[in-house]
C-alpha cells in the first residue's frame, strides 16, 4: 500500500515462478501480488537507507543476517520473527546487532495473520526499536489505513511477547486437542501470560509491553485462532494426530531456549516446561495437566 516494495527470495525459481503468476502459491495461496510490489534475488537491487523487513523463521535469521551482511549494512533493519534462539538465547534484535555491529534495528510483531494482512483486514502490530527517531521514522514509513502500528522502545518485552505467546499456544492447542476444554484453556492462557511475564521482566522488559498488542494480543489471538501453526501444531499433539513436520512451528525451539533462560534467571515456567516434556514424548497431555493441577495452592 506504500509502495514500491522490492519482495526478496532466495529461490530464483520461485521467484520466476512469482514474477509470471503474480501469486505466492507456496506461503500465500489466493493473493494477488499488487503491481507495487517487485521481485528480486539479489539484494543489491535494493536502495541504500531503505528499510529491510526480515521475514525468516527465528533459528534461521543469524545464518541469513550472515551470508547477506554485506548488503544489509546500509538499511535500517526490522525483524519480523517471533521467538528465541536456541543456540544462544537471543531475540532478534540482539542477534542482527552482534553480527551487523552499528546496524539500526528493530521488530516489528503483535497479532496479525499474514494472511488477514495481506487481505487488507484491520490489523494492529507493535513496532519496537531501542532508537525512538528511527522507531518514529519506521512507524509512519509502514503504517497504512488498515494497518496500524504503535511504537515502544522496549524491544525486550515486544521480543518475548512475540516469543512466549507461542509455547502458550501449543500449549492451548494440546488442551483442546485432547478435549479437556474451553474453562481449561482459559486458565492455561491466564497463567501463561503470568509466566510470560515473569520471565520478560527479569529480562528487563517492561510489565506495560506484555499488556499490549505484542504480549497479551497476540497470546489471544495464537491461542484461539485456527490460523496459528503453534496452536494447530500442539492440537495435534493433544490428539494424538501427525502433523507436517515441514511447517514453521517457532514455539518448539522457543520452548526449550525460554526454559534454559529462565533457569539461568531462576524464574519459574511450569507451563513452558510442560511443553517441553510434551515435546520430548516424555509424558502425555493428561499427565502434564495433572502435574500442573496438583502444584501447591497459591496466592494469585
Ligand atoms: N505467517 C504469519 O502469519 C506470521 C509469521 N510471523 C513470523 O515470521 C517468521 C517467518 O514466518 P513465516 O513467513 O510464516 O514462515 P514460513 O516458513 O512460511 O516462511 C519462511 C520463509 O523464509 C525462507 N527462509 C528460511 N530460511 C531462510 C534462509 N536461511 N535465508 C533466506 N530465506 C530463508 C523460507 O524459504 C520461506 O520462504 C516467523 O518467526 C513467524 O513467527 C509473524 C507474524 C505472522
Ligand atoms: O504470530 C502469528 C500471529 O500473530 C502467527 O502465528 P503462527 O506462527 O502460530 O501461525
Given at each position: 500500500a506504500n509502495g514500491p516494495v522490492t519482495l526478496w527470495a532466495r529461490d530464483p525459481a520461485h521467484a520466476d515462478e512469482m514474477r509470471k503468476t503474480r501469486e505466492n502459491a507456496r506461503r500465500l495461496p489466493g493473493i494477488t501480488l499488487p503491481d507495487a510490489i517487485g521481485i528480486a534475488t539479489d539484494f543489491d537491487t535494493v536502495s541504500p537507507g531503505l528499510p529491510v523487513l526480515l521475514a525468516v523463521p527465528m533459528q534461521q535469521l543469524r545464518g541469513m543476517a550472515e551470508t547477506h551482511a554485506a548488503a544489509l549494512q546500509d538499511h535500517p533493519l526490522v525483524a519480523c520473527c517471533k521467538g528465541i534462539e536456541l543456540k544462544t538465547g537471543q531475540g532478534p534484535t540482539a542477534i542482527l546487532s552482534s553480527v551487523l555491529p552499528g546496524a539500526h534495528s528493530a521488530i516489528l510483531t503483535g497479532p496479525s495473520?499474514?494472511?488477514?494482512?495481506?487481505?487488507g483486514l484491520p490489523t494492529a502490530l507493535t513496532l519496537a526499536c531501542a532508537d525512538p527517531d528511527m522507531g518514529e521514522t519506521l512507524q509512519?514509513?509502514?503504517?497504512?489505513?488498515?494497518?496500524?502500528?504503535?511504537?515502544?522502545?522496549?524491544?525486550?518485552?515486544?521480543?518475548?511477547?512475540?516469543?512466549?505467546?507461542?509455547?502458550?499456544?501449543?500449549?492451548?492447542?494440546?488442551?483442546?486437542?485432547?478435549?479437556?476444554?474451553?474453562?481449561?484453556?482459559?486458565?492455561?492462557?491466564?497463567?501463561?501470560?503470568?509466566?510470560?511475564?515473569?520471565?520478560?521482566?527479569?529480562?528487563?522488559?517492561?510489565?506495560?509491553?506484555?499488556?499490549?498488542?505484542?504480549?497479551?494480543?497476540?497470546?489471544?489471538?495464537?491461542?484461539?485462532?485456527?490460523?496459528?501453526?503453534?496452536?494447530?501444531?500442539?492440537?495435534?499433539?493433544?490428539?494424538?494426530?501427525?502433523?507436517?513436520?515441514?511447517?514453521?512451528?517457532?514455539?518448539?525451539?522457543?520452548?526449550?531456549?525460554?526454559?534454559?533462560?529462565?533457569?539461568?534467571?531462576?524464574?519459574?515456567?511450569?507451563?513452558?516446561?510442560?511443553?517441553?516434556?510434551?515435546?520430548?514424548?516424555?509424558?502425555?497431555?493428561?499427565?502434564?495437566?495433572?502435574?500442573?493441577?496438583?502444584?501447591?495452592?497459591?496466592?494469585?
Open positions: 495473520f499474514a494472511a488477514d494482512i495481506a487481505r509512519e514509513a509502514l503504517s497504512t489505513p488498515a494497518l496500524r502500528l504503535y511504537r515502544t522502545t522496549d524491544t525486550v518485552g515486544a521480543e518475548l511477547g512475540g516469543a512466549l505467546k507461542n509455547v502458550i499456544a501449543i500449549a492451548a492447542g494440546a488442551v483442546m486437542g485432547a478435549g479437556l476444554g474451553d474453562s481449561a484453556r482459559a486458565a492455561l492462557m491466564t497463567r501463561g501470560y503470568a509466566e510470560m511475564t515473569r520471565l520478560a521482566v527479569a529480562m528487563g522488559a517492561r510489565p506495560e509491553t506484555l499488556a499490549g498488542l505484542s504480549g497479551f494480543g497476540d497470546l489471544v489471538l495464537t491461542c484461539t485462532g485456527a490460523q496459528s501453526r503453534n496452536y494447530r501444531f500442539g492440537h495435534a499433539l493433544g490428539a494424538g494426530a501427525d502433523f507436517d513436520p515441514t511447517i514453521t512451528v517457532e514455539g518448539a525451539a522457543t520452548a526449550r531456549a525460554a526454559l534454559s533462560r529462565a533457569h539461568e534467571a531462576g524464574v519459574d515456567l511450569p507451563i513452558t516446561a510442560a511443553v517441553v516434556a510434551l515435546l520430548d514424548g516424555s509424558v502425555s497431555v493428561l499427565q502434564v495437566m495433572d502435574r500442573l493441577l496438583s502444584r501447591p495452592l497459591k496466592e494469585e
